[in-house]
T-cell receptor, first 114, second 110 residues
């Protein structure tokens, strides 16, 4: 069974640009969550999508957005990039249940903003 | 104050030692408690999850939750060099958003 796939693995962008990251969850999983990981703040929840609807949202500015497609694949977008957006962005998928008790993470996309 | 506090370490132990990793939390609404292991340049891997106070054992790993003290622990017995990684505690209030500790970097020396 394939795991969670995130693309691309690495990205370098310039301040002010926008970026789109992709996540393909484990087959059959309907919930996809996104996290930002930085050395100073650790892992922080961005948002969660379930059946194409945003179900939960963390405390990030509106520059961070996402969506989920009918096949459960998800994308997140960051507009007007800032240097502080440099981080490892992780996607986690879990089944149809309401709890994130068995969330499986992808390897992440490392974004560097210069 | 962060909702989940975790000693960042680093922690170095000799092979075969018992390792104790700990987190404290402030939000009484947290119901589910997890431990993840993250190797360098990899995503977090779920090791253990618990719901109620008490102990849960899985091989060399034991997770302990004390809700009255808002304190969780992960014990690793007979530690191996392959256990060298960053260990993250995580918890949630029942919704699909995890609150993570900052992680403890563990090195097991052969």
């Amino acid at each position: 069974k394939a795991g969670v796939t995130q693309t691309p693995r690495y990205l370098i962008k310039t301040r002010g640009q926008q970026v789109t990251l992709s996540c393909s969850p484990i087959s059959g999983h309907r919930s996809v969550s996104w996290y930002q990981q930085t050395p100073g703040q650790g892992l922080q929840f961005l948002f969660e999508y379930f059946s194409e609807t945003q179900r939960n949202k963390g405390n990030f500015p509106g520059r961070f957005s996402g969506r989920q497609f009918s096949n459960s694949r998800s994308e997140m977008n960051v507009s007007t990039l800032e240097l502080g957006d440099s981080a490892l962005y992780l996607c986690a998928s879990s089944g149809a249940g309401g709890m994130n008790t068995e969330a499986f993470f992808g390897q992440g996309t490392r974004l560097t903003v210069v | 104050q962060k909702e989940v506090e975790q000693d960042p370490g680093p922690l170095s132990v000799p092979e075969g030692a018992i390792v104790s990793l700990n987190c404290t939390y402030s939000n009484s609404a947290f119901q589910y408690f997890m431990w993840y292991r993250q190797y360098s340049r990899k995503g977090p891997e779920l090791l253990m999850y618990t719901y109620s106070s008490g102990n849960k054992e899985d091989g060399r790993f034991t997770a302990q939750v004390d809700k009255s003290s808002k304190y969780i622990s992960l014990f690793i017995r007979d530690s191996q060099p392959s256990d060298s990684a960053t260990y993250l505690c995580a918890m949630n209030p029942g919704a699909n958003n995890l609150f993570f500790g900052t992680g403890t970097r563990l090195t097991v020396i052969p």
